[in-house]
């Protein structure tokens, strides 16, 4: 059995994971996983999920050699495509498929949390695709730097909420979706926006983002043949790299994801319970849960989703660090050498190669890295920051 | 040595009196151990210490910022503990927090902090009965409490395993939301009673949402009392001292009694 197949029946992988949820909600997680379970075994839905993929969101993504940084690097790197999608990220996936099984359950109405402002832009797009009513909370903090994304989903029809409590960033947009799902779960379904959260959605999300895993490995067997030496994606909440990973953990391929300097909950945190999963979490000596600290939003979050803290356990994949001011550089690079402008989040997965090409990823070695999202939203923030050194 | 909550409430009910429960975040002033003394002299049954926590998922904007701030202050659960040691109330006092507090120190020795500040019982809202065993088995021995709740949304299969396993008394979530101020009594509030005191014989409690006096006695009508947290923690943050505050809990104390 693969060590990414599904979790016990607590909803746990190995140590991680469970089910951490107000007694007002238990009977709305267990609803989610009853319909999921159900339909995701469903070869009908299975084909509605594919269809929408291929038709609406523009998948099968390339996985793209990217020549000139291959050969600046001395590294032979592909990119898995996740920025071409439609609304331009992986987290259309899993919104597809969750926005599927809200009317499946017969419920009108969608709600998210945001950081980065992608996985609100995608609910609240496929809430317009397939009418249903759409609210998204995000921290206040994110709401000023993903300026674009809150345009884009009020456009789409969204009401957007600033929450204000906390950090003002991911983590207190979880608290305040949870706090609102609680009054009006007959009609609302809960669209988790990663890895994370009680069970189901850790394991929910990630196989509503495995086609990226699939299609990559399936991509890369085509055109080099075998499996990469090492699999590079960028961890916040862990759904891009879930998904990447479970198409290659089965593979002698190394696995690698790449945490925010400052939101390293696998590489700095210690296990910890928080918005409805046991995993790694930043936390202070009395189990506070701390603010992370990241130029990036959608990295923004001191947890991770509870498969990574098993994955990093078992040794099976390996955790890094990126810091922001090589995050900046590799937007610069991955622009200029392949006419990509990576999302800041996908930015770290490039640092991290670009900072360990011919250090621990060998010269000559073969590199799946997962472009999780398009740099647009980031523009504003980025141009700022990169004033003085581009002219 | 501390006061067996269940028993506590057990005798009060059965003396017939309708149960008071008020809730006060711990460390939220310099004051905080005078308000619990007020609310004594005002009549309550119990006292919930709410300890604060980064996250309150449950919370809503009056314990959020009551816990903010708290924290801001530099509260923590061994010290609220050690605070609470120096205190000698004939009530039980009853710890509300959030299970990461616990997991993070470690069960026993949380436990323990809990012992030495006298404290009854716990009510921790993310700490589901699924996941709740290690916790209750390091809790028992220590003569802690570990009380369930059973919101509107509880099946009623479900309902009855929450009441057979609770421990102190059942806590009936009077609405599905967070905790906060409401302008009029639920219409789930009501139903609380009924339903889970057909189930059992322990203390039924209904929280969440209960605001003024009015409200208390309706919500104590067919149940055995009632828990008042944010409106009590609303006036605090508002800046009432204890004499304010015992003049609030008397009221809901005189809208129980039925004078
Ligand atoms: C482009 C992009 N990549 C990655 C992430 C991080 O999420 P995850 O770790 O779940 O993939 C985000 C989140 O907003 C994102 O927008």
New interface residues.
Partial sequence: MSIMSHPDETGRFGEFGGRFVPESLVGACIEVEQFFTKFWADEEFRQEYAEILSSYAGRPTPLTEAHRLSEHLGVRVFLKREDLTHTGSHKINNVIGQALLTKKMGKSAILAETGAGQHGVATATAAALMGLKCRVYMGEVDVERQALNVFRMRLLGAEVVPVSSGSKTLKDAVNEAMRAWVSEIDETHYCIGSVMGPHPYPYMVREFQRVVGEEASAQFERLVGGSPDVVIACVGGGSNAAGTFSGFVDSPARLVGVEPEGGAAIAKGSPGVVHGMRSQLLQDEFGQVEEAVSISAGLDYPGVGPEHSYLASLGRAEYRCAGDEEVLEAVTTLSRLEGIIPALEPAHAVAYLLREAGKEIPLGSTVVLTMSGRGDKDAEVVAKLLADRLS | MTIDLEQHLRQRRDGGRKLLVVYLTGGLNNDWLDLILSCVDSGVDAIEIGVP????????VAI?KAS?RA?EQGA???QIMKDLHQLDVPVPLVAMT????????GLERVAGWLVDGGISGVII????L??STPWRDVARPQGIATV????????QD?AEV?CRESEGFVYG?G????TGERASLADTARLVGPRLKALTTKPVLVGIGISNPDQAAEAASDSDGVIVGSAIVRRVLDGAGPREIGAFVAGLRTALDGR
């Fill in positions: 926590f980064s996250d309150p998922m449950i919370d809503g959020q903010q924290l923590n659960p061994l959030y299970f990461n507090l616990f997991h993070h120190s809202p993310d700490l589901p699924e996941e369930q709740l059973v919101a509107p949304s509880t099946p479900r929450l979530i609405l599905m939301g967070t």
